[in-house]
């Protein structure tokens, strides 16, 4: 393995900025239209500061430095404050293109997936990309339904709402 995963810090913020900005752009473009990018992108390619500070929000870090992956899960419902006592809700994951299909993000949601079992969590929900739908599947996830994700009034994102069954913690 050429790198690790670790729990964020407020010092990677601008480059997990830079990692979204440079995954979004390349990997959304085959399946979303160039308008709904231009107004979507502006708002998805900021890392947001308390998703970095939550203590379950992880970057991918190359054996001789550098970020190459991002994501993480919160027991808030994205967007609100919302707590459902077994579930949490994958959060803003993103590989950087130069390192998509070598498992980087497979290993993030594996920590992922594995905090979220032994802090209780039996269901975990998933807001993904069109681009993203066949990685959550291939990782146990279901589609539940397509969604529009209102970003902002006047911004909506073609969605796939997914969930996956955990273990329950013994």
Request: proline residues 5%; charged residues 20%; hydrophobic residues 35%.
């Amino acid at each position: 393995m050429t790198y690790t995963i670790r729990v964020s810090t407020t010092a990677d913020e601008p480059t997990v900025s830079e990692i979204l900005a440079a995954s979004y752009s390349t990997l959304l473009a085959p399946y979303y239209a160039k308008d709904v990018l231009d107004r979507a992108l502006p708002l998805m390619n900021k890392a947001n500061p308390k998703l970095i500070g939550c203590g379950t929000y992880y970057v991918a870090e190359h054996s001789q430095g550098g970020l190459i992956g991002c994501g993480g899960w919160t027991h808030e419902r994205p967007g609100s404050t919302e707590v459902v006592q077994g579930e949490a809700h994958v959060r803003h994951f993103a590989t950087h293109p130069g390192w998509t299909r070598k498992g980087v993000a497979q290993s993030i949601m594996d920590r992922c997936r594995a905090e979220a079992v032994s802090q209780g969590v039996t269901r975990l929900h998933c807001y993904a990309t069109l681009a993203a739908e066949r990685f959550y599947h291939a990782l146990g996830f279901e589609t539940i339904e397509r969604v529009n994700v209102r970003m902002r009034n006047d911004v909506d994102l073609p969605s796939v709402l997914m969930l996956c069954a955990l273990p329950r913690h013994s």
